[in-house]
C-alpha cells in the first residue's frame, strides 16, 4: 500500500494534464488532477477552439461575396458579434463538461483550485495538504505583455474572446500564430484592421517563401500590415485609444490587442522552493522522459518550453505515463510534426522549411506550384494557392511540404503521415490524383522548379 494520499498529483487540466491523468487512472493508479481556471485549459477556452470557430465566422462575409458569382443574389449581410461571442461561450461550456465527464468517469479526482508545491511530494491547495507518489506539472503558458506605456488599455490572446462590443478599427500587435490569425479575423469580420510587427516579417521560423506568399496575400484580404514597426506608448481617451510607434507616426484605435507570445505559468507556483530547475524565461527543464531536477517532479506541455502545440502536449502525456507505469515503449519524436496556421488563407506546413533543407542536405529539389482556387475563378478576386514540395536530390525522399491557401491544415495532415513514412517523389508521382481538386496538385508537380546544391 502507498503511503502517499495519491499516485500521481497533475497540476493544471489542460490537454496534456488531462490525457496523463486519464492515462495514468486507466492502468489502476490513484489519480487527482488540480485546475484553477477552466478544464481543457488554453486550446479548449481561450485558444485553438474558440479561435478556429471564430475563423469560421470571418470567412461568411467572404462566402457571401462569393456566392455572388454562382448566381445567389444575398442581400447586404449584417454581422451581430454577441450571436458569435456568446454561441462559442456555449460550445466551450458543453466542452468543459465533456472533461469533467471523461475525468469523472475514469476515476480522477478533479479538485478546483490552485495547486502549489510545497515538496518534492506534497502539494497544498485550498488550505489543505495532500501528498502524491509523483507530481506532475502541466500549467501551461500565459499570454506576455510588454510594459509599455499604457499596456493597461490593451487586451490579450485571452480577453478577446470575450469582448463587450465589436470594435471597429483594431491594432494587432505580433508576428506569431495568434498575431496573424487574429487580424484576419478582426478583417474578415468587418473591422479596419492593422496588424505591426517589429520585425521585417512575420512568422519567424515557417518556410521563407511562404511568409512572404502570405504577407502578399493578407493585403487583400483587409489586413494593413506594418513590418519594422513597434508601439512606443497608447494613449486612452474617452472613445478611443492613440497609439505612437517608433517611427515617428500614431493612429487612433478601438482596440489593442497583443500578441507577442506566450511564457510558461510558473510564478508562485512552489517551483523553487521545491528545488525545481528553470530556464530563464520561466520554462521547467526536464529530461528526455519528462523529469525535472527533483526526481518525484515532471512536467509537460508548453511549461516546458519546447513545442508549444495541443498534439504534442497530448502525446507528451501518453508517453509520461507509458514511462511511468507501462512498458516504457513509447517514445516522442519532435520531429516533421504538421501544423497550420488558421490564417486568412492559412498556412499547412510539415517536414523542414527550404533553409533547413539547403542547411542539412547536399542537394535539394524545389517543385512549387502557384494558382487560383477552382471557387474563386468565377469571380474578380487577386487570392491565389502556393504549394511547395521538398525533396533531398540524393535519395528522392520528400522532406517537406508547405501550403498556403483553403484546406492547407486538412491537406498537409495527410501528408505529415506520407512524409512521417519516408514516402519519395517517385511515390508522390505514383499516385492518382482526385480531380478537380486543388489536393491533386501535391501528385502532380511533375517539374523540378529549382535545384539548390551545396557543390
Not at 489542460?14 to 495514468?24: I, K, N, Y
Not at 475563423?55 to 445567389?72: L, M, P, Q
Not at 547536399?362 to 487577386?382: A, H, I, Q, W
Amino acid at each position: 500500500m502507498s503511503n502517499y494520499d495519491f499516485d500521481l498529483f497533475v497540476i493544471g487540466a489542460g490537454s496534456g494534464g488531462v490525457r496523463a491523468s486519464r492515462m495514468a487512472a486507466a492502468k489502476g493508479k490513484k489519480v487527482a488532477v488540480a485546475e484553477e481556471l477552466y478544464l481543457g485549459g488554453t486550446c479548449v477556452n481561450v485558444g485553438c477552439v474558440p479561435k478556429k470557430l471564430f475563423v469560421y465566422g470571418s470567412h461568411f462575409a467572404e462566402d457571401f461575396h462569393t456566392a455572388k458569382s454562382f448566381g445567389w443574389q444575398v442581400e447586404q449581410p449584417s454581422f451581430d458579434w454577441p450571436t458569435l461571442r456568446d454561441n462559442k461561450t456555449k460550445e466551450i461550456e458543453r466542452l468543459n463538461g465533456v472533461y469533467q465527464r471523461m475525468l469523472d468517469n475514469a476515476g480522477v479526482k478533479v479538485i478546483d483550485g490552485r495547486a502549489t508545491l510545497v515538496d518534492g511530494h506534497t502539494v497544498a491547495i485550498n488550505g489543505e495538504q495532500h501528498t502524491a507518489e509523483t507530481i506532475l506539472v502541466a500549467v501551461g503558458g500565459w499570454p506576455f505583455v510588454p510594459g509599455i506605456p499604457g499596456a493597461e488599455h490593451v487586451i490579450d490572446s485571452n480577453k478577446v474572446f470575450y469582448l463587450e462590443e465589436f470594435p471597429q478599427r483594431v491594432l494587432v500587435v505580433g508576428g506569431g500564430y495568434i498575431a496573424v490569425e487574429f487580424a484576419g479575423i478582426f478583417a474578415g469580420l468587418g473591422a479596419h484592421t492593422d496588424l505591426a510587427y517589429r520585425g521585417p516579417l512575420f512568422l519567424r521560423g515557417f518556410d521563407q517563401e511562404v511568409r512572404e506568399f502570405l504577407a502578399e496575400q493578407i493585403v487583400h484580404k483587409g489586413v494593413n500590415t506594418r513590418f519594422n514597426t513597434d508601439v512606443e506608448k497608447i494613449e486612452k481617451h474617452e472613445q478611443s485609444l492613440t497609439v505612437h510607434f517608433n517611427d515617428g507616426s500614431s493612429s487612433e484605435y478601438d482596440c489593442v490587442m497583443y500578441a507577442t507570445g506566450r511564457k510558461p505559468k510558473t510564478t508562485n507556483l512552489g517551483l523553487e522552493q521545491a528545488g525545481v530547475e528553470m530556464d530563464k524565461n520561466g520554462a521547467i527543464k526536464v529530461d528526455g522522459n519528462f523529469k525535472t531536477s527533483v526526481p518525484s517532479v515532471y512536467a509537460l506541455g508548453d511549461v516546458i518550453d519546447r513545442v508549444a502545440l495541443t498534439p504534442v502536449a497530448l502525446a507528451e502525456g501518453m508517453v509520461l505515463v507509458d514511462h511511468l507505469y507501462g512498458e516504457r515503449e513509447k517514445d516522442i519524436d519532435y520531429s516533421d510534426i504538421p501544423t497550420a496556421v488558421f490564417s486568412q488563407p492559412p498556412i499547412g506546413t510539415v517536414g523542414l522549411t527550404q533553409e533547413q533543407a539547403v542547411e542539412k542536405y547536399d542537394e535539394v529539389k524545389v517543385y512549387r506550384s502557384s494558382f487560383k482556387p477552382m471557387k474563386l475563378t468565377l469571380g474578380e478576386t487577386n487570392e491565389r494557392i502556393m504549394m511547395k514540395l521538398l525533396v533531398d536530390g540524393k535519395t528522392d525522399r520528400v522532406i517537406g511540404a508547405h501550403m498556403v491557401g483553403a484546406d492547407a491544415g486538412e491537406m498537409v495532415q495527410g501528408l505529415g503521415i506520407a512524409i512521417k513514412a519516408g514516402a519519395t517523389k517517385a511515390d508522390f508521382d505514383r499516385t492518382i490524383g482526385i480531380h478537380p481538386t486543388a489536393a491533386e496538385e501535391w501528385v502532380t508537380m511533375r517539374e523540378v522548379s529549382e535545384v539548390i546544391s551545396k557543390s
